[in-house]
């Protein structure tokens, strides 16, 4: 590469030096460059299959992966919430056969390792002090940390018992309960905190699961609750949440992509350097 070339390359990528986290891949799916992993855009992808009786669904109870505590037609009219043991089932489903939007290796989200240092406020244990990092807390943000940190970071969200300590929102109180005769089941509806979804959809005020077995308790998993924005951990069996899958790695666009346009700042160096050529070439 000769010094011309070099510095219109350096120029070009001076034109923005910041990325979005979150960009979309097609219709269905979304990239999260930071954490290096592939959401479904529809944050409740099995009711919207049940609702189309899409073949995902219609083959879920004849498949080598039936549903372990309730049926399919169980899970819809919950509107897609099913407990943690029916949740890895439909993750399995889902990779069977071809795998589904052109993966097979699609999981449920992570929990890292706790204690996660990063959580502005820990939720203690009933009883034992001991140990409260094991149950988690609010405005958890450490990458790998797979919901939290979509949640609180990339989407930017405010949580519930904000205090200001590692950067959250000073006691926001985003979360107002709504009026009696509103709710569906236990969701909460409306639930400020979950303030930004965009760009998914469906995306629900309520908990989701997480791949990631609550050790202390092992009939217990990680969950990460929209509704006031902490993690924590809920029953396998006897409590039903949403499931948003996710797969390891960012997706390949398949189809040409426009060339972003340039910042007037960027066009200005451009220009100053095709002049400083120019100048070159008559010297």
């Given at each position: 590469m000769n010094q011309v070339t070099f510095l219109l390359a350096g120029a070009i990528g001076l034109i923005n030096l910041?990325?979005?986290?979150?960009?979309?891949v097609g219709g269905?799916?979304?990239?999260?460059?930071?954490?290096?992993?592939?959401?479904?855009?529809?944050a409740n992808s099995f009711k919207t299959l049940c609702d189309a009786n899409h073949a995902k669904f219609t083959s879920w109870q004849?498949?080598?992966?039936?549903?372990?505590?309730?049926?399919?037609?169980?899970?819809?009219?919950?509107?897609?919430?099913?407990?943690w043991n029916d949740a890895e089932a439909w993750i399995a489903h889902l990779n069977s056969g071809g795998g589904y939007l052109g993966y097979a290796d699609w999981?449920?989200?992570?929990?890292?390792?706790?204690?996660?240092?990063?959580?502005?406020?820990?939720?203690?244990?009933?009883?034992?002090?001991s140990w409260p990092e094991?149950?988690?807390?609010?405005n958890c943000r450490a990458v790998g940390n797979e919901l939290a940190h979509?949640?609180?970071?990339?989407?930017?969200?405010?949580?519930?018992?904000g205090t200001g300590t590692t950067g959250g929102d000073v006691g926001s109180n985003c979360f107002d309960p709504p009026a009696t005769g509103t709710?569906?089941?236990n969701e909460q509806s409306p639930a400020h905190?979950?303030?930004?979804?965009?760009?998914?959809?469906?995306?629900?005020s309520f908990f989701y699961w997480s791949s990631t077995v609550h050790l202390p308790i092992p009939s217990a998993a990680w969950s990460f609750s929209t509704i006031l924005g902490y993690q924590d951990r809920n029953n396998k069996v006897s409590n039903t949440l949403y499931v948003w899958p996710v797969r390891p790695g960012n997706a390949v666009v398949s189809t040409p992509q426009s060339v972003p346009s340039m910042t007037p700042w960027g066009l200005g160096i451009i220009g100053l350097l095709l002049g400083w050529v120019a100048w070159r070439r008559l010297q």
């Open positions: 910041s990325h979005a986290a979150l960009n979309p269905d799916l979304i990239n999260d460059t930071t954490q290096n992993i592939t959401w479904m855009r529809d004849g498949s080598v992966n039936p549903p372990v505590d309730q049926t399919a037609v169980t899970i819809c009219s919950n509107n897609g919430r099913m407990t999981r449920q989200p992570a929990t890292a390792v706790q204690p996660d240092t990063t959580c502005e406020s820990v939720i203690a244990v009933d009883n034992s002090p094991q149950r988690g807390g609010y979509l949640f609180n970071v990339s989407l930017n969200n405010p949580n519930d018992n709710t569906t089941g905190c979950f303030d930004n979804a965009a760009p998914f959809t469906n995306a629900k």
